[in-house]
């Protein structure tokens, strides 16, 4: 079975600062990977697919790169609503496989 | 703009049983390209099933997802319930950009 994991599992930063969270897989995944953003209460919200493809309506200070088993989500200009937990998500033809996740808090 | 429901969640006992279903709304959805998806309180997000057929490992054998495309229904019946299985389901698409807001399963005596 493939696993995810992410780092780090929580992190602090000011607004405006540019925050990046990285997920890693345990064998090559190609560019099957998405990731989402969840608050407390809420359904979790899909930022990006295929490592890199900004999801229609998403803001454009969040970007996604990498492809194999390394991947990133960058998070330009930090903003006080971007705080949540974000997850990432290895994705094939029958299954998923999540991330642990990374809790970004604002200082 | 479409959206899906969960509903059937609740309180039931260790080795008891519960049938979560998931309604369609607002858009034509192949349900067997949909999945379910659960939150343990405070934890992480865990897949559960694939609508063709395929299971976590956790539930493989207790638990049964099935689809009824005449009703825009997906549902997922599970048995032999343990107190591990507490957690928010959620109905997603395989799509991977539409989510219901989930519903609770809490299982305790």
């Known amino acids: 079975d493939i696993q995810m994991t992410q780092s780090p599992s929580t992190l602090s930063a000011s607004v405006g600062d540019r925050v990046t969270i990285t997920c890693r897989a345990s064998?090559?995944?190609?560019?099957?990977l998405a990731w989402y953003q969840q608050k407390p209460g809420k359904a979790p919200k899909l930022l990006i697919y295929?490592?890199?493809n900004l999801q229609s309506g998403v803001s454009s200070r969040f970007s996604g790169s990498g492809s194999g088993t390394e991947f990133t989500l960058t998070i330009n200009s930090l903003q006080p609503d971007d705080s949540a937990t974000y997850y990432c998500?290895?994705?094939?033809?029958?299954?998923?496989?999540f991330g642990g996740g990374t809790k970004v808090e604002i200082k | 703009e479409a959206q899906l429901v969960e509903s059937g969640g609740g309180l039931v006992q260790p080795g008891g049983s519960l049938r979560l279903s998931c309604s369609a709304s607002?858009?034509?959805?192949?349900?067997?390209?949909m999945d379910w998806v659960r939150q343990a309180p405070g934890k992480g997000l865990e897949w559960v099933a694939y609508?063709?057929?395929s299971y976590t490992r956790s539930v493989n054998g207790r638990f049964t997802i099935s689809r009824d495309n005449a009703t825009n229904s997906l549902y997922l019946q599970m048995s032999s319930l343990r107190a591990d299985d507490t957690a928010v389901y959620y109905c997603?698409?395989?799509?991977?950009?539409?989510w219901g807001q989930g519903t609770l399963v809490t299982v305790s005596s």
């Open positions: 998500l290895n994705y094939n033809a029958y299954s998923f496989t």
């Open positions: 997603v698409s395989h799509s991977l950009d539409i």
């Open positions: 607002g858009s034509a959805f192949n349900f067997y390209e």
């Open positions: 295929k490592a890199s």
């Open positions: 609508a063709g057929g």
């Open positions: 064998q090559m995944i190609s560019t099957r």
